[in-house]
């Protein structure tokens, strides 16, 4: 049997794609909202933290598209334990000790134990019904309004009204535009990639899922965490982690539902 080079050369690239341009789509949005008047807890909360799995939710809405839901769960499934075990890892190696906040640990933590325990539940009889799509989302509205009550009570009053908006420049829109179409992109040659490996090796698409779209995908999360981490911010370096995992088993999983899975 032949290597087939080039399913793999497409593959490699297409993650590359997807990520790079996941992060402009989200920098260019993040702009976008703030100009429109958007409260930067706001644009932080859902914006940027979405953004990071921007490429775990296009991918599997393609997957179901193109015929192969069942790379969906290997996705989500794949992409919370790269998450775990190897963005934490490296995070505290680069981190050293780190010092967690008292809201990590008494509601991001068990939020993300409850959605990791609702998805396990779900995914037990290897359906995945509208029904629960629909729990799953409605799973994740609570979280954000959370979420975002918490933050609203962090903020401090008046420092929205002394920021001068800034000019949005026509190229920020250009870019949000064009990063949409390589995010899409990105996802559907990496599915068919997934696809063609799959046939090539007789592997199942959910394992590549699980196994080298997970890893690939997971870069976002890993490079945010990272970078949090060397600047003294374990918060954000931990929570990254714990929120990207609440949006996978939620909106990564319910979504692509309505999409035929």
Do not use: C
Request: hydrophobic content about 50%; cysteine-free.
């Amino acid at each position: 049997m032949n290597t087939p080079l080039l399913p793999v050369v497409i593959f490699l690239l297409s993650i590359v794609v997807l990520i790079k341009a996941s992060s402009q789509f989200t920098k260019s949005a993040e702009k976008i909202g703030i100009y429109l008047g958007i409260p930067s807890f706001i644009v932080g909360v859902t914006i940027v933290s979405i953004g990071t799995s921007l490429p775990e939710l296009v991918s599997s809405i393609v997957s179901v598209l193109s015929g192969a839901s069942e790379i969906v769960a290997g996705n989500v499934v794949g992409s919370n334990i790269t998450n775990i075990f190897l963005v934490l890892g490296v995070v505290g190696v680069v981190g050293g000790k780190l010092h967690i906040e008292y809201e990590l640990i008494h509601v991001d933590l068990p939020l993300f134990v409850g959605s990791s325990f609702l998805l396990s539940l779900m995914l037990w009889d290897r359906v995945f019904s509208p029904v629960e799509a629909v729990l799953s989302l409605m799973g994740f509205v609570l979280y954000m309004h959370y979420t975002l009550n918490v933050e609203r009570e962090l903020e401090h009053p008046g420092a929205e009204g002394k920021k001068q908006r800034k000019k949005l420049e026509t190229m920020t829109i250009i870019t949000l535009v064009l990063s949409a179409a390589f995010i899409y992109l990105g996802a559907k040659y990496t599915v068919e990639s997934i696809i063609t490996l799959s046939e090539e090796f007789n592997i199942g698409k959910e394992i590549i899922a699980a196994s080298a779209v997970a890893l690939g995908t997971s870069l976002p999360e890993l490079m945010v965490s990272v970078t949090a981490a060397r600047e003294g911010r374990p918060e954000l370096a931990i929570g990254n982690v714990l929120g990207s995992n609440i949006f996978n088993s939620f909106v990564v999983m319910g979504v692509p539902a309505f999409f035929g899975v």
